[in-house]
């Protein structure tokens, strides 16, 4: 017996044999195997004849199992005070280090837990402890800061992240000190210990490690099973603060380069402007957009556009101050502003110099390298902008210019905006003129050749404004394609085309087959497929036919995603043409695989035949090439019999243009086609 016991009983006994006596008096004892065993024992005093106590009885029963039943219904307990409490923390706390000493904090106080610690595995593979408490734990704080002390892969952390399950040890002193906080906590007074493996995102990422300090702490089911269940509650709120960071992420950064977005970007703009206006100091905002960028998509792959691009952020992030704010705008823009007193000349040269650094050598991409170039425009807090929402819009009007302009680098210039206006005002006319059905369809004839008959017509959109007459398309489609609008106009003409041929239909008794030119919005929509079915059945009633022209470089921004629809529309006897091909960058193994029916040679190489020995070759060429695909050529713009003789001598098999007919209204189509059949 332990000695206080001891005490204890022999004084209990005395009491007996003084005449009390002593009932449900429990009693320790140890068996013979070593185990602890517990008795209820009731003692009696012993008198003879005469009432004199000459001794005691004692009466004992074995309660060791319903002693057992006691104690793990206190643990029980405990665990479910940790489980609550940690359910609690989850729900309020939105921090990885907050949540993991909380949850600590819990299980040493609630759980009575001599020590309990959380380890988080590193960039290195090791693991390190990031959170403890309990009695004694300060020497985990003393210790993990030192590069020497190192956790063993036989330790119950290492071992429950590395296998991912459950370790238990109920004897820790039997294996011995096998790392620095086995051995202190060996020291404190622990005999047993529970590693349960914590994930984030379905990953394996820490471990929670719980110490007793008497031993087969863990050897009941059932408290293993909350224990466990503690240890998914952990991982389910790691995952969630991990989904939340990415949200934040997302909200802010650019997941490509890892740049402030628009939203991060303005914000900082913002603040930037207010301390130079309270500095009395100037703000330089610098847009940049590198040079034909669609071209590395088109001819290497998006892999190979991603990884020019995140390098080219790599690039501008080490030219810059820290002081300065650096952003992705858009696909292939980048945005820089850097605070100083700017004047013009000397912010040119910086901003020249600075693009002299970043693109004068190649990038390395994907074994290959590229020589690019960017094109800039400029604008300068105070002078030109007064808030953050201004300065970027007066920046991107100075590139718009730059590019339309061909010029490396332009800054703000008020007559910018003035075109910036009339663009806004253009676009408010346009959707006036969708809504009053101001559009109409113009057709031109395209001729055959060989015969000189009739093949079909293109349908080109006019604008008839009641203020400023007949507008060109070369004013209006820009915008419209700008603002969104020509996804609207552009299922307009679907559905006019079959309402022509309907007319026609009734004054001449025919209608022709009519190609419909269709803008990158109305490829890229879900229902483009749908809405061309719903225009063929439509023109087909009526005895025409639907084609569609698709300008290169549309096709060449998604190509694999682009066929399919293309197949499916093909599969309905659609004749698919390629619109001012030469253009643009297309790739032969693609024009190869597209289903198309016709290449349109644009017209600036027709129009060039006659004065260049270039432009000849390379109408000569795309003639070639496409019959070689078995594809037949239109060349548009055909306006002189120079020309025309030109074209007959290549092969060339179909003609559009003003020698053999100008755009003419839909009642002017019937005349044609008596004229031309």
Same mark, same amino acid.
């Given at each position: 017996?332990?000695r206080e016991l001891a005490d204890r009983y022999h004084a209990d006994d005395r009491k007996v044999l003084a005449g009390e006596s002593v009932i449900n008096?429990?009693?320790?004892?140890?068996?013979?195997?070593?185990?602890?065993?517990?008795?209820?024992?009731?003692?009696?005093?012993?008198?003879?004849?005469?009432?004199?106590?000459?001794?005691?009885?004692?009466?004992s029963r074995d309660i060791t199992e319903r002693r057992e039943q006691e104690q793990k219904i206190v643990r029980l307990n405990r665990v479910h005070a940790?489980?609550?409490?940690?359910?609690?923390?989850?729900?309020?706390?939105?921090?990885?280090?907050?949540?993991?000493? $909380?949850?600590?904090?819990?299980?040493?106080?609630? &759980?009575?837990?001599?020590?309990?610690?959380?380890?988080?595995?590193?960039?290195?593979?090791?693991?390190?402890?990031?959170?403890?408490?309990?009695?004694?734990?300060?020497?985990?704080?003393?210790?993990?800061?030192?590069?020497?002390?190192?956790?063993?892969?036989?330790?119950?952390?290492?071992?429950?992240?590395?296998?991912?399950?459950?370790?238990?040890?109920?004897?820790?002193?039997?294996?011995?000190?096998?790392?620095?906080?086995?051995?202190?906590?060996?020291?404190?007074?622990?005999?047993?210990?529970?590693?349960?493996?914590?994930?984030?995102?379905?990953?394996? !990422?820490?471990?929670?490690?719980?110490?007793?300090?008497?031993?087969?702490?863990?050897?009941?089911?059932?408290?293993?099973?909350?224990?466990?269940?503690? !240890?998914?509650?952990?991982?389910?709120?790691?995952?969630?603060?991990?989904?939340?960071?990415?949200?934040?992420?997302?909200?802010?950064?650019?997941?490509?380069?890892?740049?402030?977005?628009?939203?991060?970007?303005?914000?900082?703009?913002?603040?930037?402007?207010?301390?130079?206006?309270?500095?009395?100091?100037?703000? !330089?905002?610098?847009?940049?957009?590198?040079?034909?960028?669609?071209?590395?998509?088109?001819?290497?792959?998006?892999?190979?556009?991603?990884?020019?691009? =995140?390098?080219?952020?790599?690039?501008?992030? *080490?030219?810059?101050?820290?002081?300065?704010?650096?952003?992705?705008?858009?696909?292939?823009?980048?945005?820089?502003?850097?605070? &100083?007193?700017?004047?013009?000349?000397?912010?040119?040269?910086?901003?020249?110099?600075?693009?002299?650094?970043?693109?004068?050598?190649?990038?390395?991409?994907?074994?290959?390298?590229?020589?690019?170039?960017?094109?800039?425009?400029?604008?300068?807090?105070?002078?030109?902008?007064?808030?953050?929402?201004?300065?970027?819009?007066?920046?991107?009007?100075?590139?718009?210019?730059?590019?339309?302009?061909?010029?490396?680098?332009?800054?703000?210039?008020?007559?910018?905006?003035?075109? *910036?206006?009339?663009?806004?005002?253009?676009?408010?006319?346009? =959707?006036?003129?969708?809504?009053?059905?101001?559009?109409?369809?113009?057709?031109?004839?395209?001729?055959?050749?060989?015969?000189?008959?009739?093949?079909?017509?293109?349908?080109? @959109?006019?604008?008839?404004?009641?203020?400023?007459?007949?507008?060109?398309?070369?004013?209006?489609?820009?915008?419209?394609?700008?603002?969104?609008?020509?996804?609207?106009?552009?299922?307009?003409?679907?559905?006019?085309?079959?309402?022509?041929?309907?007319?026609?239909?009734?004054?001449?008794?025919?209608?022709?087959?009519?190609?419909?030119?269709?803008?990158?919005?109305?490829?890229?929509?879900?229902?483009?497929?749908?809405?061309?079915?719903?225009?063929?059945?439509?023109? $087909?009633?009526?005895?025409?036919?639907?084609?569609?022209?698709?300008?290169?470089?549309?096709? @060449?921004?998604?190509?694999?995603?682009?066929?399919?629809?293309?197949?499916?529309?093909?599969?309905?006897?659609?004749?698919?043409?390629?619109?001012?091909?030469?253009?643009?960058?297309?790739?032969?193994?693609?024009?190869?695989?597209?289903?198309?029916?016709?290449?349109?040679?644009?017209?600036?190489?027709?129009?060039?035949?006659?004065?260049?020995?270039?432009?000849?070759?390379?109408?000569?060429?795309?003639?070639?090439?496409?019959?070689?695909?078995?594809?037949?050529?239109?060349?548009?713009?055909? $306006?002189?019999?120079?020309?025309?003789?030109?074209?007959?001598?290549?092969?060339?098999?179909?003609?559009?243009?003003?020698?053999?007919?100008?755009?003419?209204?839909?009642?002017?189509?019937?005349?044609?086609?008596?004229?031309?059949?």
């Amino acid at each position: 017996y332990p000695r206080e016991l001891a005490d204890r009983y022999h004084a209990d006994d005395r009491k007996v044999l003084a005449g009390e006596s002593v009932i449900n008096q429990e009693e320790f004892g140890i068996d013979a195997a070593g185990g602890q065993r517990w008795f209820l024992t009731i003692k009696v005093p012993l008198r003879d004849a005469a009432g004199n106590i000459g001794g005691m009885v004692r009466v004992s029963r074995d309660i060791t199992e319903r002693r057992e039943q006691e104690q793990k219904i206190v643990r029980l307990n405990r665990v479910h005070a940790v489980l609550s409490g940690i359910n609690s923390a989850i729900v309020r706390i939105r921090n990885r280090d907050e949540l993991f000493h $909380e949850a600590c904090r819990i299980a040493a106080m609630h &759980g009575a837990f001599r020590i309990a610690w959380i380890g988080l595995r590193d960039a290195e593979g090791t693991t390190q402890p990031v959170a403890w408490a309990g009695e004694g734990s300060e020497f985990i704080s003393e210790s993990h800061d030192n590069p020497d002390a190192t956790l063993s892969q036989h330790g119950a952390a290492r071992m429950a992240m590395s296998e991912e399950r459950v370790v238990i040890e109920n004897d820790i002193e039997q294996t011995g000190p096998i790392d620095w906080i086995r051995a202190g906590a060996i020291e404190h007074g622990c005999k047993s210990v529970i590693g349960l493996p914590l994930y984030s995102e379905e990953k394996i !990422a820490g471990a929670l490690v719980l110490y007793a300090s008497e031993r087969n702490a863990f050897d009941d089911k059932e408290e293993l099973k909350l224990l466990e269940e503690l !240890a998914g509650d952990v991982s389910f709120a790691l995952t969630f603060i991990a989904q939340q960071e990415k949200v934040n992420y997302l909200a802010y950064y650019d997941t490509l380069t890892g740049l402030p977005n628009r939203t991060l970007f303005f914000d900082r703009l913002s603040w930037q402007l207010a301390s130079a206006g309270r500095e009395g100091s100037g703000v !330089a905002l610098v847009i940049l957009n590198v040079d034909r960028f669609r071209m590395v998509n088109d001819t290497l792959g998006r892999h190979a556009g991603d990884a020019l691009l =995140k390098a080219i952020a790599d690039r501008i992030k *080490a030219s810059v101050r820290a002081e300065d704010t650096v952003t992705r705008l858009g696909a292939d823009g980048f945005a820089i502003a850097a605070s &100083g007193a700017w004047r013009a000349q000397e912010l040119a040269h910086l901003i020249e110099s600075r693009n002299r650094g970043l693109f004068s050598s190649p990038f390395s991409v994907e074994g290959e390298e590229l020589r690019v170039s960017a094109t800039a425009g400029a604008a300068v807090f105070p002078a030109d902008a007064q808030n953050a929402e201004v300065l970027i819009a007066n920046a991107e009007a100075a590139l718009n210019s730059a590019k339309r302009q061909n010029v490396p680098l332009l800054f703000y210039d008020p007559e910018m905006n003035a075109q *910036a206006a009339e663009s806004l005002r253009m676009e408010n006319r346009l =959707k006036r003129a969708l809504e009053n059905n101001e559009l109409a369809l113009w057709y031109q004839p395209k001729i055959d050749v060989m015969t000189g008959k009739l093949t079909g017509f293109e349908a080109l @959109m006019r604008w008839m404004d009641p203020q400023a007459g007949m507008i060109s398309p070369a004013k209006f489609i820009p915008i419209m394609e700008q603002t969104g609008l020509i996804l609207d106009a552009g299922n307009w003409a679907l559905s006019q085309v079959a309402r022509d041929c309907a007319t026609w239909q009734e004054a001449a008794k025919v209608a022709p087959r009519i190609a419909v030119n269709v803008s990158p919005l109305q490829l890229r929509a879900k229902e483009f497929v749908d809405n061309v079915i719903d225009a063929a059945d439509g023109i $087909e009633q009526t005895g025409g036919i639907l084609d569609l022209e698709i300008t290169e470089s549309v096709i @060449m921004e998604n190509v694999d995603a682009v066929i399919p629809k293309l197949q499916t529309v093909r599969g309905l006897g659609v004749r698919i043409y390629i619109d001012d091909f030469g253009t643009g960058y297309s790739s032969l193994a693609y024009i190869a695989r597209l289903p198309i029916y016709a290449l349109k040679i644009d017209r600036s190489f027709v129009v060039g035949m006659t004065q260049s020995e270039d432009s000849l070759g390379i109408v000569n060429s795309v003639i070639s090439l496409a019959h070689s695909l078995k594809l037949r050529v239109v060349a548009e713009g055909v $306006e002189t019999e120079v020309q025309a003789d030109l074209l007959r001598k290549m092969a060339c098999d179909e003609f559009q243009g003003y020698l053999f007919g100008k755009p003419v209204p839909s009642a002017d189509v019937p005349a044609i086609m008596r004229r031309l059949s």
